[in-house]
């Protein structure tokens, strides 16, 4: 049997585990367990210099990348909307004005 935590906010001895979450009898507090909240953040992408990427992130292309099939380059400096993270190797799925869907690498990217 796991040892449950405190209540973060009245420090009661007597929290209990409800469905996901964790419950305080005394003054009514619903937190999720670290362990819980560490293992639903599973994809971490971070782009060029090192910062965290998430799903709606705006970023910028950091140099111009070759795109199969159309005859001129994404140009570095081109701001991209709205990101979506997937698992794989081209981590950023987006829309690229003029270019339509694209897969990117999170590496040719800065957060804008």
Request: net charge negative; aromatic share 6%; glycine share 8%.
């Amino acid at each position: 049997m796991e040892k449950i935590p405190p209540c973060p906010a009245c420090q009661s001895l007597y929290a209990y585990e409800m469905d996901n979450k964790l419950v305080c009898p005394e003054c009514a507090f619903e937190w999720v367990s670290k362990a819980e909240s560490e293992a639903e953040t599973g994809l971490v992408v971070k782009d060029s210099n090192g910062n965290l990427l998430a799903d709606g992130d705006s970023v910028v292309v950091i140099k111009n990348l070759p795109v199969k099939g159309s005859p001129t380059p994404i140009k570095g400096g081109t701001k991209v909307k709205n990101i979506r993270l997937v698992e794989g190797d081209h981590n950023i799925d987006c829309k690229i004005d003029g270019f339509g869907s694209m897969a990117l690498k999170s590496e040719f990217v800065k957060k804008a």
